[in-house]
Structure formats: C-alpha cells, structure tokens
C-alpha cells in the first residue's frame, strides 16, 4: 500500500489566496483525520471523518477554513482567504477504525504551506 | 476535554545512555496512549502504544508504563543511539466514542555520539 498520499507537498501562496490541500487515505481506512503542525502549538488535530461524515471540526479554527470528503478515497481542506498566520505543516492521516480502539493512525508526509 | 502535558520539551543524552520521557493526562477515562516519533522533516510514526489495561509494555529498546492513578505514562529508551534523536509526542484518547487524539507538545531528543 502507498499509504496515506497528500498533495502538494510544499505551497507558497500570497496572503488572500485561496489554498486546497488533497488526501488519499489508506485504502480501507475508515477514519480520516486532518491535523496542523505549528511551533507554537504542536500537533491539533482540526477535523476528523468517519465513512466520509465530518464527525468533530471542533478544531478548526474559523470560517476560512472548510474540508470535505465527498469519497472514500479523497478528502480536501480548503483556506479561503488564506493568512500569514495559516504557515504550517498539515498532515492528513487515516485509520482502519477509530484511534481509541487501538489501531494505528497513518500519516500521510504532510502539507508544508507558507503564506506570504 | 483531554489535556496532555509532556517534559522535557529538549532531552539531550550520550550514546548509550537511557532516555525518559514523561506525559501526565487530566481524563481518567483515557484509555489508550501511543507515542509517536517525527524525525525532521518527516511524518510522526507511531512507535508503541499502551492500552490502559496494562501497565508496562516493551519493544527491544524501547518500553513505555502506565499509572492509571496518578495519570501518568512514560516512554523508556535504552542504549540510545544516534538514530533515536527525532522529535517524540505522547497522545491520549478518551474512551466514550471519541477517536481524537490529543498530542503533548514534543520531546525534541538529541543523542550525541
């Protein structure tokens, strides 16, 4: 399996802009989380899906940010307008069933996003 | 919600000598607790967890415990070499249906040769 895959990699885009970063989870992978990497704040995760319905986007910080899973095997997050302050890695990762019954969550390699 | 506090922040030890890292949760309920490593650069992996069930479970070189009362757990690395320095997150996940994971902040280990 290819594991978790994310595009792009790296995004530099201008303060304004809208941004879309895509996952393919693992192939039979239930769960769906999308989480953000900062310094300041560490690993949070921002929204998490189950069979494709958005369970928990407690996380997600406002308006400007959106995700989607109209699949299986794709999901999207979405920043619209995006801000200086959204810098930062975000992982998509992906799990058989849920974490808290114990297997594994799958990282995908990440989203580094700068905004300028 | 579940809140998890993770020292030290940096851990900078010889070849050879043991790491430990600690974690405190505030939900009794927690349930299960992983711990991942994220070397620069690269995804976090997940390196051994433990279910609330048990107290101590070991990987060669590496071991983690549990102590449900006082809400603590702890991540054991022995012999250390210079391929273990990576960045190390402990996580818990309340029991009741959630699947959030909630990650401490990191332990940025070095060991020097």
């Known amino acids: 399996d290819a594991g978790v895959i994310q595009s792009p990699r790296h995004e530099v885009t201008e303060m304004g802009q809208e941004v879309t970063l895509r996952c393919k989870p693992i192939?039979?992978?239930?769960?769906l989380f999308w989480y953000r990497q900062t310094m300041m704040r560490g690993l949070e995760l921002l929204i998490y899906?189950?069979?494709?319905?958005?369970?928990?986007d407690s996380g997600m910080p406002e308006d400007r940010f959106s995700a989607k899973m109209p699949n299986a095997s794709f999901s999207t997050l979405k920043i619209q307008p995006s801000e200086p302050r959204d810098s930062a890695v975000y992982f998509c990762?992906?799990?058989?069933?849920?974490?808290?019954?114990?297997?594994?969550?799958?990282f995908g390699e990440g989203s580094w996003l700068t905004v300028v | 919600g579940e809140n998890v506090e993770q020292h030290p922040s940096t851990l900078s030890v010889q070849e050879g000598d043991s790491a430990v890292i600690k974690c405190t949760y505030s939900?009794?309920?927690?349930?299960?607790f992983p711990w991942y490593k994220q070397e620069l650069g690269k995804r976090p992996q997940l390196i051994i967890d433990?279910?609330?069930?048990?107290g101590e479970k070991k990987d060669q070189r590496i071991a983690v415990t549990l102590n449900k009362t006082a809400k603590h757990f702890s991540l054991h690395i022995t012999e250390t070499q210079p391929e273990d320095s990576a960045v190390y997150f402990c996580?818990?996940?309340?029991?009741?249906?959630?699947?959030?994971?909630?990650f401490g902040k990191g332990t940025k280990l070095t060991v020097n040769p």
């Open positions: 990762a992906s799990s058989s069933t849920g974490g808290g019954s114990g297997n594994t969550i799958y």
């Open positions: 192939s039979g992978h239930d769960y």
């Open positions: 899906f189950n069979n494709n319905v958005p369970i928990d």
């Open positions: 939900d009794s309920a927690s349930n299960y």
């Open positions: 433990i279910r609330s069930n048990v």
């Open positions: 996580a818990a996940i309340p029991q009741g249906g959630s699947e959030k994971l909630v």
